[in-house]
């Protein structure tokens, strides 16, 4: 039996010397005539500049692309803290355009345009008219929520008649 640790030895056994080379008639391209021969592309690199220009512009797209969405994230969601609750008024008749534009007149967020591009997203407000208490400089989407549930105060007309009592009143 053989040493298993010793050398290796191959499994292959040396050919027999097959004999003299036989030339083909390909093995000789002067030989051949410019019609048997096929002139082959040759593999260019892309050009330096093309290829600078091409990840420049990935580049710019990129820092771009993340500009934006650091703007957007800085409107929707202000630095610091938000303030204490503010009482806002919404009107009868008011739009999502007029109370974006008075909160942004008022502080209560930074781009009214934004705030628009955001309820919209989010599946609008319906205003019903009231007084609201909201945070300056809050998130928008908690903002959005404040509005979105109906008032603690609202707009109601109240008469009391001069000399009904208190039974009378409630009872109307």
């Known amino acids: 039996m053989s040493d298993p640790f010793g050398p290796l030895q191959g499994r292959r056994q040396p050919v027999e010397d097959a004999g003299e080379w036989v030339p083909d008639p390909w093995d000789h391209v002067e030989a051949a005539t410019d019609d048997e021969l096929v002139e082959q592309r040759r593999f260019r690199r892309p050009n330096k500049w093309i290829v600078r220009v091409a990840l420049g512009v990935v580049v710019a797209l990129v820092v771009a692309t993340g500009s934006v969405g650091w703007w957007y994230l800085r409107q929707v969601n202000p630095p610091g803290e938000a303030s204490t609750a503010v009482n806002f008024t919404v009107l009868e008749g008011d739009t999502l355009d007029s109370v974006s534009q008075r909160l942004e007149a008022e502080g209560f967020i930074t781009s009214a345009g934004v705030?628009?591009?955001?309820?919209d997203r989010k599946g609008g407000i319906d205003f019903v008219p009231g007084y609201y208490q909201l945070k300056l400089r809050d998130h928008m989407g908690n903002l959005m929520g404040a509005l979105n549930t109906p008032?603690?105060?609202?707009?109601?007309?109240?008469?009391?008649?001069?000399?009904?009592?208190?039974?009378?009143?409630?009872?109307?």
């Open 115 to 119: 705030f628009r591009w955001y309820v």
């Open 151 to 172: 008032p603690a105060q609202t707009f109601v007309n109240v008469t009391f008649p001069e000399g009904y009592t208190l039974e009378q009143v409630a009872n109307r």
